[in-house]
Nanobody, 126 residues
Framework: QLQLVESGGGLVQPGGSLRLSCVAS????????IGWFRQAPGKEREAVSC????????YYADSVKGRFTISRDNAKSTVYLRMNSLKPEDTAVYYC???????????????????WGQGTQVTVSS
């Protein structure tokens, strides 16, 4: 079964940090561009960051540049999103997604992907 499973979400105070993980099973992660997206209540889904198959290219939304870092370990079929200096406006359900065709920039700009995970909740609040 083709699956993406996110973990690492939770409740954190403003200024805090979290690391999200996305583990792939049933398909070869290394052949896919991977992206992190988020959706807050009442808002459209937005791209957070995307990474190319080798990790050599990355794309970040302006709202997270300098605070979030995407990385991948293809040997572990895992992609990470390190989130620092979290703000209340970062509160959302975070999803990872995989695509075997789109580049990192295209994936993030179109917010489209072949496979999606179930999401993990991130809440930033004091």
């Amino acid at each position: 079964q083709l699956q993406l499973v996110e973990s690492g979400g939770g409740l954190v105070q403003p200024g805090g940090s979290l690391r999200l993980s996305c583990v792939a099973s049933g398909f070869t992660l290394s052949r896919n561009t991977i992206g992190w997206f988020r959706q807050a209540p009442g808002k459209e889904r937005e791209a957070v960051s995307c990474i190319s198959t080798t990790g050599g290219n990355t794309y970040y939304a302006d709202s997270v540049k300098g605070r979030f870092t995407i990385s991948r370990d293809n040997a572990k079929s895992t992609v990470y999103l390190r989130m620092n200096s979290l703000k209340p406006e970062d509160t959302a359900v975070y999803y990872c997604a995989a695509d075997s065709i789109r580049s990192d920039q295209t994936m993030c700009l179109t917010r489209a992907a072949e496979r999606w995970g179930q999401g993990t909740q991130v809440t930033v609040s004091s």
